[in-house]
């Protein structure tokens, strides 16, 4: 049985809440805490964690359009604010 990775998919309407340590250097200070968003795209990064034993974690990050510009927002800040109708 196939086991979707993503937890949203492209073009998913979402709710987003970015707290400001969640916040990367690269993103717009002009966006807001808090509000509607549509996915336009996504993507898996890996990142080597400073424990021991050291080892590779992978984090799920997704595009969202924000005011008409796209934002990089961890999966974290995320919510689905859509229902299927199916």
């Known amino acids: 049985m196939f086991v979707n990775p993503w937890k949203f998919e492209v073009g998913d309407l979402v709710e987003y809440r970015l707290l400001t340590q969640m916040l990367p250097p690269t993103l717009s200070s002009a966006i807001r805490k808090a509000g509607p968003a549509v996915i336009v795209d996504r ?11 050291i080892r590779i974690v992978e984090i799920d990050e997704y595009c969202i359009m924000v005011d008409g510009t796209g934002h990089w927002a961890p999966e974290e800040s995320l919510n689905l604010s859509q229902t299927s109708g199916v």
């Open 43 to 53: 993507r898996r990064k890996e990142m080597y964690v400073e424990a021991r034993p």
